[in-house]
């Protein structure tokens, strides 16, 4: 028996029409360039909520807070915080524990309209 060649056809890689891929250089889907000097809230894993001003950040999502606030658990649910505060000052929030960035300009707490009345 010959023995069959198989030949792979080879077809032309299309070029991006994107700048930044032809480039090399891809663009993060974090652009936090627009939060620097901003207040933000932060969520971390494990449930810490922090809020600060954004000074810097890096490709891994490592971030710089200055004077930063955390929100404190309530003890006996740890699945609450409560309205007291620890200042932290200057702080940074490793990349892996950060969950949620937003910015505190425009957002407001609204009270929940799933919670039912205690007599229904």
Known sequence: MAAKERRLSRKPI??????EEKSGRKETVHDLAK????GVQVKLTG????T???KGYDQLLNLVLDEATEFLRDPDDPLKTTDQ????GLII????A??????????DEIANPF??????
Do not use: N, Y
């Open 93 to 96: 929030c490793r990349g892996p």
């Open 35 to 38: 939060f620097i000097d901003k």
């Open 98 to 107: 950060v969950m949620l960035v937003s910015p505190t300009d425009g957002t």
């Open 14 to 19: 299309q070029e991006s029409s994107h700048p």
């Open 52 to 54: 600060g001003t954004l």
């Open 47 to 50: 449930g810490t909520h922090v």
């Open 115 to 120: 919670i039912q009345p205690d007599g229904a």
């Open 85 to 88: 505060i620890r200042r932290l």
